[in-house]
C-alpha cells in the first residue's frame, strides 16, 4: 500500500523559509514523478511543482517559480520542498501526491494527508 | 490551460443522478495516443483529494461503478448515479496535458 506522509510545517514570518519533506513507502520510489500540490483555507486545490523520478526534471506554477525548489533523494524515498521568500498567499495545506503513469505527465493516484504552512507576522 | 467547472455547487437528491461539467480551454487530447489527460477528484471536509477518474473516462480501481467520466477534447463530465449519502464532497477536474497542470475551481455536492 502506497503511503506518503509530509512533514515540515509550520509558522513562518513573510520573507522567511522553510523546508517540506515527504517519507514515501509502499511503491517502487525512483520510478515515479511526485508533485506538491497546495490548498489555501476554504480555496481549492493548486499544483506547485513536480520532480520527475530521476530528479533531472522540474516544472514549477508561475507562482512559487524562483522561490521554491523541489528535490528528492531516492536513497531515502523522500522528496522535498524548499520554499523561500515566503509571503502570506503562500499559507496553505501543502500535498505530497504521486503520479500514477511513469514517464511524466501523468494523474496523481496517492496522496498524503497534507501539512499546514501558514506566512504570517 | 484554464480548468472550469459548473455548476459551482449541486444539490441532488439520494438514489438520483449528479452531473458535474468541466471544460479546458485548451484541447486536452493528445494525438499520439488518443488519451485525454484528464482526471477528476472527490474531496472530503478535512481528507486529501481521492482520485476517481483518469484518462477522462477510466475509472480507478475502488471507486464504485456509479461514477463515470466522459468527454474529449475541451469538454468532460463527471456522472454520479444513484446519489449516496457518502458522495457529498467537493470535486475537482484536472488536467495534466501540459505544466503547468491546473485544476477547476471545484463543484460541491450535496444531498437535497
Known amino acids: 500500500e502506497v503511503h506518503l506522509v509530509e512533514s515540515g510545517g509550520g509558522l513562518v514570518q513573510p520573507g522567511g523559509s522553510l523546508r517540506l519533506s515527504c517519507a514515501a513507502s509502499?511503491?517502487?520510489?525512483?520510478?515515479?514523478?511526485m508533485n506538491w500540490v497546495r490548498q489555501a483555507p476554504g480555496k481549492g486545490l493548486e499544483w506547485v511543482s513536480v520532480v520527475s523520478g530521476s530528479g533531472v526534471t522540474t516544472f514549477y506554477a508561475d507562482s512559487v517559480k524562483s522561490r521554491f525548489t523541489i528535490s528528492r533523494d531516492n536513497s531515502k524515498n523522500t522528496v522535498y520542498l524548499q520554499m523561500n521568500s515566503l509571503r502570506a498567499e503562500d499559507t496553505a495545506v501543502y500535498y505530497c501526491a504521486k503520479d500514477q503513469a511513469r514517464g511524466g505527465n501523468s494523474n496523481f493516484d496517492s496522496w498524503g494527508q497534507g501539512t499546514l504552512v501558514t506566512v504570517s507576522s | 490551460i484554464v480548468m472550469t467547472q459548473s455548476p459551482d455547487s449541486l444539490a441532488v437528491s439520494l438514489g438520483e443522478r449528479a452531473t458535474i461539467n468541466c471544460k479546458s480551454s485548451l484541447n486536452v487530447l493528445h494525438s499520439s495516443n488518443n488519451k485525454n489527460y484528464l482526471a477528476w477528484y472527490q474531496q472530503k471536509p478535512g481528507q486529501p483529494p481521492k482520485l476517481l477518474i483518469y484518462?477522462?473516462?477510466t475509472r480507478e480501481s475502488g471507486v464504485p461503478d456509479r461514477f463515470s467520466g466522459s468527454g474529449s477534447g475541451t469538454d468532460f463530465t463527471l456522472t454520479i448515479n444513484s446519489l449516496q449519502a457518502e458522495d457529498v464532497a467537493v470535486y475537482y477536474c484536472?488536467?495534466?496535458?501540459?505544466?503547468?497542470?491546473?485544476f477547476g475551481p471545484g463543484t460541491k455536492l450535496e444531498i437535497k
Open positions: 484536472h488536467q495534466y496535458y501540459d505544466t503547468p497542470y491546473t
Open positions: 484518462w477522462a473516462s
Open positions: 509502499g511503491f517502487t520510489f525512483g520510478s515515479f514523478g
